[in-house]
Nanobody, 112 residues
Framework: QVQLVESGGGLVQPGGSLRLTCAAS????????LYWYRQPPGKGREWVATITSPSHSTTYADSVKGRFTISRDDAKFMLYLEMNDLKPEDTAVYYC?????WGPGTQVTVSS
């Protein structure tokens, strides 16, 4: 069974940082392009970042470019999202996915 489990969310002040982790299992992790999405309260899910396979090239939504870094450790089946200079508009449930399956999400709240 494919499993994706996000962790690392929490409450942080504007300008702060968080590191999200997605632990994956049940599929050929290293061959999949991976994604972070988020869903702000009352809004639809939006794409945040992508990291490809096999090149591990990265792309980001304009809203997070320069502040967030997506990375992966294929040996550990782990996907990461380092978030810096967080803003209130980053408040959302953050999800990892390989396109078909999604984790349950982890809540990030940015508030002073």
């Amino acid at each position: 069974q494919v499993q994706l489990v996000e962790s690392g969310g929490g409450l942080v002040q504007p300008g702060g940082s968080l590191r999200l982790t997605c632990a994956a299992s049940g599929f050929s992790f290293r061959t999949h392009t991976l994604y972070w999405y988020r869903q702000p309260p009352g809004k639809g899910r939006e794409w945040v970042a992508t990291i490809t396979s096999p090149s591990h090239s990265t792309t980001y939504a304009d809203s997070v470019k320069g502040r967030f870094t997506i990375s992966r450790d294929d040996a550990k089946f782990m996907l990461y999202l380092e978030m810096n200079d967080l803003k209130p508009e980053d408040t959302a449930v953050y999800y990892c996915t390989e396109e078909t399956y999604w984790g349950p999400g982890t809540q990030v709240t940015v508030s002073s």
